[in-house]
């Protein structure tokens, strides 16, 4: 991984910044890349459920709901696990807003989901190339760590003027998405609520 793509940014390591995670390879020559980090004292599996149902279509980012929909995203963040979104698969969109999103690019159920496409600017091409990655690492006595990348490739020369500030407003949402879904996975109680599918019984993740 270039020097350029291993930013440590809020919560990681340098280790976590310098790992080589789940769908690097979709962005080789990354221009700028930034991980970012939280420890969540639950295992991996109470934690993947709110990754998989990420999305303007399904559980939100757990993060400033109010900032994203001033932009018209019109975002939702969900407080329940729905079984109806548990099921993402390469090639899915994950939007971000109504209009477009991400494909699921790589995918290993229960561990890592990774978003791969660029910004639409009306009828020109993406400026960059961008993944965005989520991953769990088994932590100690039961606990997780919650990684996400963002890695960039300038198409245009210009496209610094625009990534840079984009980075900015990113560390500050997904520092709140990590905590969300921290908050989220954690409790209370020890699980997290399953609303049922029609027709079933509402039951409870147990840890």
């Not at 020109?124 to 100690?140: E, I, M, V």
């Amino acid at each position: 991984m270039s020097t350029a793509a291993r930013g440590r940014g809020w919560g990681a390591t340098r280790l976590e910044a310098d790992l080589t995670l789940l769908g690097d390879h979709l962005v080789p020559n990354a221009d700028f890349g930034v991980t970012r980090a939280i420890t969540v004292r639950t295992g991996a599996d109470h934690v993947w459920p709110w990754i998989a149902q990420l999305g303007q279509q399904g559980g939100g980012f757990y993060s400033y709901d109010a900032l994203e929909n001033v932009m018209g995203c019109r975002i939702h963040s969900a407080d329940r696990i729905h079984p109806e979104w548990q099921d993402p698969a390469v090639g899915d969109q994950v939007r971000l807003y109504p209009e477009g999103g991400l494909a699921i690019a790589e995918l290993e159920q229960g561990r890592a989901m990774v978003l791969h496409g660029g910004l639409i600017l009306g009828r020109r091409p993406p400026p960059f190339d961008f993944s965005w990655t989520f991953a769990l690492l088994d932590g100690p006595a039961g606990t997780c760590r919650l990684l996400v990348r963002e890695r960039y490739s300038y198409k245009r020369r210009w496209v610094t003027l625009l990534v840079r500030p984009t980075a900015l407003i990113s560390m500050v949402m997904t520092r709140q998405m990590l905590l969300g879904i921290k908050s989220r996975a954690e409790g209370p109680p020890a699980g997290a609520q399953v609303l049922p599918r029609a027709g079933t019984v509402a039951r409870t993740v147990k840890p």
